[in-house]
């Protein structure tokens, strides 16, 4: 199995909701990365996983909290976002931090009302 | 801080067509430069080049890392209207940024019939 999955495919939520985005990977991959990806732009690193542990956090708002519960899932728990915060985000899995050959997964498409 | 450059933007040609995108950076402790294509959804990963003058190929698509001049190419020979995508580079570096990618802007490559 080479794939990464996301759930949902697509996602509308009000800036008072709660809501979760979800990665998925069984190839063995001990780290794993949260991206967002605006209109027309590279994808931006927002967090990165290695064994379960956050290694990296790029400054993201509170508002964005991941969670990494074994090493084939990770969670980005969103609360109280913004408009500005739609996009597509896009989870990633690597062999290790070490390696940067990085499988992505097909993305969530957000959109903040 | 860390920099990835892509050029031209944007590239229009026909079927048959062979084209070179061009990729140049400025990192700290380089590790790897990873050439990427996306369609509507997730960056699928084409190669990774580490080592300078060596040439990767897979069908009608080759890269080449140039580190003392710190730039690479990807090459496209007898392109097809499936190769219109855009093409994203990105470098992963060591140190403080171990495990994180930086991405080019893209160039976003259209093939006519």
């Known amino acids: 199995d080479t794939e990464v999955t996301q759930t949902p495919k697509h996602l509308v939520m009000g800036m008072t909701n709660k809501k979760s985005l979800k990665c998925e990977q069984h190839?063995?991959?001990?780290?794993m990365y949260w991206y967002k990806q605006k209109a027309k732009k590279p994808p931006e690193l927002m967090f990165v996983?290695?064994?379960?542990?956050?290694?990296i956090n790029e400054s993201v708002p509170s508002r964005f909290s991941p969670e990494c519960p074994n090493s084939s899932l990770l969670n980005l728990h969103l609360h109280a976002l913004q408009p500005e915060d739609s996009a597509l985000y896009l989870c990633?899995?690597?062999?290790?931090?070490?390696?940067?050959?990085?499988?992505f997964g097909p993305g969530t498409r957000l959109t903040v009302l | 801080e860390d920099k990835v450059v892509q050029s031209p933007l944007s590239l229009v040609v026909h079927e048959g067509d062979t084209v070179t995108l061009n990729c140049s950076y400025e990192?700290?402790?380089?590790?790897?430069l990873l050439w990427y294509k996306q369609e509507k959804k997730a960056p699928t990963f084409l190669f990774m080049l580490?080592?300078?003058?060596i040439e990767k190929k897979s069908g009608r698509l080759s890269s080449i890392l140039d580190k003392k001049e710190l730039f690479s190419i990807l090459n496209i020979t007898a392109t097809q209207t499936g190769d219109s995508a855009v093409y994203l580079c990105?470098?992963?570096?060591?140190?403080?940024?171990?495990?994180?990618?930086?991405f080019g802007q893209g160039t976003i490559l259209t093939v006519h019939p």
């Open positions: 996983y290695s064994y379960e542990k956050l290694s």
């Open positions: 990192v700290t402790n380089f590790r790897s």
């Open positions: 580490t080592s300078s003058g």
């Open positions: 990105a470098v992963g570096a060591g140190g403080t940024s171990y495990g994180k990618l930086t």
């Open positions: 190839m063995g991959h001990r780290a």
């Open positions: 990633a899995s690597s062999s290790g931090v070490g390696y940067n050959e990085q499988f």
